[in-house]
């Protein structure tokens, strides 16, 4: 005969009466003593066949419900004589119940200590500007250059197993050459792709993103996060490529051809926006600084001063909207030539050498 200690155990069970521990030392009992209670029950069952105390045709139904229902089966239970294989199979489901009831406790301990392993594990470095540019410097040497308001996102694997950068806003970004891993930058749902080269991506607009090839060879792709698909595209040195998702178009901009007289073309331009009167883009070819600077200021009506630390053969080509302010047409000129602007006074503008280089491990936060 089955225990009375048993017996009551699995009746406390059902009851909800039984603490963890005590439902663990009963499943360890009825585990240990498997067979034996399993021809216990036979012989017993056997035994009172005729016995009138035996469960009745609904009783029998009724318990088999609510076990099949604490076992998490649904859906009614054909009835099926006699009486005594219903309750000997009811018993082995109460055995199997209290395995699997068990078994997914420990296994949801175990499942939540990897996952706190895992998230642990894998570190999120973020670098952000704020009103002034900063240049950052990577593990693997490569350089980046970030706008003001712009972020880059990085995990603790970078330079072992990927070199992904995650980008908000803008950043100027100088590859070291590693042919194993390439050099990734993703921003509104584009990558852009290289092995070691020099490029700009402007993703500060949600629905636009630009890139800006200044030397070696770049793919750009769109992601799923991307809210239109394009096809995979390799740029030159000195293309753009202009993608507006409001629009839903990709503009592919080559590179401009070098002209013997740069100063000319300067000239036609401010005579050509003088006869017609409308603002006209701003169009630069390789030209001088200064040069650049002096149209600019002129434009905006704004004292530009170039610090005698900053070189005079520094060079820009490039072009922007007749409707650009002055603060993303300096961001991009000193984003260009790693130098960086400070507003002296409400129309004074000071032009200077970037002196803020930051290193991995400085003035970054880290998530976990």
Known sequence: MMGNNIRNSIHSFWKGKLKQAEAKDLLDKVENQQSDLQRQLKSEFGEQQEDQELLSSDQSYKLLQTIRSRAGIHG???????????????????????????????????????????????????????????????????????????????????????????LIGEGKFAVQRDSLLPFEVKANGFTTTALGTEFIVDGRKLANTTVHLLSGNVVIRSTNEARMRIRDTYLTVGEMLHIDETRKIMVREPAV???????????????????????????????????????????????????????????????????DDLATILNTICLVNDLQYINESANQVLIRLKNNIRAPEEETYEIK
Request: aromatic residues 10%; proline residues 3%.
């Open 257 to 323: 051809k070098v002209k013997l007289d740069t100063q000319s073309e300067i000239v036609d331009q401010h005579i050509s926006n003088s006869l017609t009167g409308q603002p006209k883009n701003l169009r630069f070819v390789r030209s001088d600084l200064t040069e650049i600077i002096r149209q600019v200021a002129q434009k905006f009506d704004t004292r530009i001063i170039l610090d005698p630390a900053v070189p005079r053969n520094l060079t820009f080509t490039g072009e922007f909207s007749a409707h």
């Open 76 to 166: 009614h239970v054909r009835k099926i004589y006699p009486y005594k294989w219903i309750a000997a199979a009811a018993v082995l489901v109460i055995l199997g119940t209290f395995g699997t009831y068990f078994t997914l406790q420990n296994s949801n301990d175990y499942t939540t200590d990897a996952i706190h392993t895992l998230i642990a594990s894998n570190k999120i470095y973020t670098v952000s500007s704020s009103y002034d540019t900063v240049r950052y410097v990577l593990c693997d040497g490569s350089t980046i250059v970030l706008s003001p308001h712009s972020t880059i996102r990085y995990d603790n694997e970078y330079g072992s197993a990927n070199r992904q950068i995650e």
